[in-house]
């Protein structure tokens, strides 16, 4: 097959070059990485120190939270929520230094950026990923038109990270999204809220029944995607959904 005077492996394997090229910068400041010093990763060692964890988050929805100001039941963000998912772990805010981290991951070879900030997840909540232990992990669906539009499917990338630090198998297309709705991103959060109504539907049951899940996404902003994948993981038999996002969206337009 030719595409633009080349064949599709050549292209591959020059997109393959330029991307590990990329990497010669740090994806976040664009600061030429000086080797040993940035041999952490992908990201240079000043971005990687100033990662901004989020030291008492809410149990339910990862957001940031004073230790006396959310329990089990939620926080001022999620106790009104009625989420299909019991528990959420995340990073940090989805805002700064973590949100250009992401944008990087999401971008064309950003694989790698992705692998790492899972490693940071890991590296942070990994007692509690542990103590949640769950039997399955799986990731948010994308519907086949958005797979062919996105550079990666993120979710999917950082849920065979984590099943892979878990001990656990992954089943990335446990769920499938039935409908095409409007990008979440697009949204205010009312509109969030009623759409996606019913596009989520779960592939196997027997994989699901009476099994405890973990759901893996990029970000969670109203957490309707991960409310409406979890209803149908419950729906499809799970015993219960737990959810891990890279960051958690609490912004001005989200806190309202
Ligand atoms: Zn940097
Ligand atoms: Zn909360």
């Known amino acids: 097959m030719r595409i633009n005077g080349f064949t ?20 976040i400041c664009r600061r030429e990485l000086s080797r040993p010093k940035d041999a952490s990763g992908p990201v240079c060692g000043d971005c990687a120190s100033k990662l901004d964890i989020t030291p008492s988050p809410c149990p339910r929805c990862a957001a940031p939270a004073g230790p006396y100001s959310a329990d089990e039941q939620g926080c001022r963000l999620c106790a009104r929520e009625n989420y299909a998912f019991s528990r959420t772990v995340a990073i940090g805010v989805h ?8 944008l990087a991951g999401q971008a064309s070879h950003g694989e790698v ?55 656990r198998p992954f089943r990335p297309n446990l769920l499938s999204q039935t409908r095409w709705s409007k990008p979440q991103a697009s949204l205010r959060p009312t509109a969030r809220r009623k759409n996606l109504g019913d596009t ?22 109203t957490g309707t995607t991960a409310h409406r994948c979890s209803r149908a993981l419950l729906d499809g038999g799970a015993k219960s959904v737990d959810v891990a996002v890279l960051l958690r969206g609490v912004g001005r337009l989200e806190a309202t």
């Open 200 to 221: 989520f539907s779960i592939t196997d049951h027997r994989v699901a029944r009476d099994r405890t899940v973990l759901l893996c996404d990029d970000v969670m902003t």
């Open 113 to 167: 950026i992705l692998e790492w900030l899972t490693d940071r997840l890991w590296e942070r909540r990994c007692e509690q990923l542990s103590a949640w232990n769950c039997d399955i992990v799986t990731a948010v669906p994308r519907h086949w038109t958005r797979r062919i539009t996105t550079a990666n499917n993120a979710a999917e990338v950082i849920g065979r990270r984590l099943a892979r630090r878990l001990d």
């Open 8 to 27: 599709t492996p050549f292209r591959k394997a020059a997109g393959a070059v330029l991307g590990v090229l990329a990497y010669n910068r740090c994806p």
């Open 95 to 102: 805002e700064g230094l973590q949100r250009t981290a992401l």
